[in-house]
T-cell receptor, first 114, second 111 residues
Framework: GAVVSQHPSRVICKSGTSVKIECRSL??????MFWYRQFPKQSLMLMATSNEGSKATYEQGVEKDKFLINHASLTLSTLTVTSAHPEDSSFYIC??????????FGSGTRLTVV | DAKTTQPPSMDCAEGRAANLPCNHSTISGNEYVYWYRQIHSQGPQYIIHGLKNNETNEMASLIITEDRKSSTLILPHATLRDTAVYYC????????????FGTGTRLQVTL
């Protein structure tokens, strides 16, 4: 079946530094990928829609300059958390839709900013 | 996408059927009902989806009312591994169509 691979699974970074998270579709091409954030005991919140070859579409309230998204190929989207602060600590999840009906999620990245 | 309403939590004894309800009274004609679940600290896992007919796969059954305003996910023989948060989502077709999560139902399967 369709697989979305996310890397790293866990990362700890110092406050003020930037962290890049990769999301790859392993056996299908994805012109669109989605990035979510999840705080403890809360639901997934859609942050942005990543579009191959064009700018990402951000949800209301999400800072585009802080969460940089690049979708340079049909199998790779990256999310860079710039100048990370402790409040950015969260579980970040990417997903893609291999068919018009399916939707596959990565295993998530646990970011801790210290 | 239409909004869904689910009970915040449910309990089920192992081996029994778990019936998880979902209300989606504002669903439109081209929107499908999807069910996903999330086990702690993992990405969501697809369970099943349907438009208006009842659906069954190796994991679960989906019962959609005739007016499509509500649905029920049935796990026929719940096990401890089915303990998770279950999300009911309505979404239109298309690879660029967003999947918007509500608060879901936390299902606890007990011995």
């Amino acid at each position: 079946g369709a697989v979305v691979s996310q890397h790293p699974s866990r990362v700890i970074c110092k406050s003020g530094t930037s962290v890049k998270i990769e999301c790859r579709s392993l056996d299908f091409q994805a012109t669109t990928m989605f990035w979510y954030r999840q705080f403890p005991k809360q639901s997934l919140m859609l942050m942005a829609t990543s579009n191959e070859g064009s700018k990402a579409t951000y949800e209301q309230g999400v800072e585009k300059d802080k969460f940089l998204i690049n979708h340079a190929s049909l199998t790779l989207s990256t999310l860079t958390v710039t100048s990370a602060h402790p409040e950015d600590s969260s579980f970040y999840i990417c997903s893609a839709s291999p068919t018009n009906y399916g939707y596959t999620f990565g295993s998530g990245t646990r970011l801790t900013v210290v | 996408d239409a909004k869904t309403t689910q009970p915040p939590s449910m309990d089920c004894a192992e081996g029994r059927a778990a019936n998880l309800p979902c209300n989606h009274s504002t669903i439109s004609g081209n929107e499908y009902v999807y069910w996903y679940r999330q086990i702690h600290s993992q990405g969501p896992q697809y369970i099943i989806h349907g438009l208006k007919n009842n659906e069954t796969n190796e994991m679960a059954s989906l019962i959609i009312t005739e007016d499509r305003k509500s649905s029920t996910l049935i796990l026929p023989h719940a096990t401890l591994r089915d303990t998770a948060v279950y999300y009911c989502i309505v979404r239109s077709v298309g690879t660029a169509s967003k999947l918007t999560f509500g608060t879901g139902t936390r299902l606890q399967v007990t011995l």
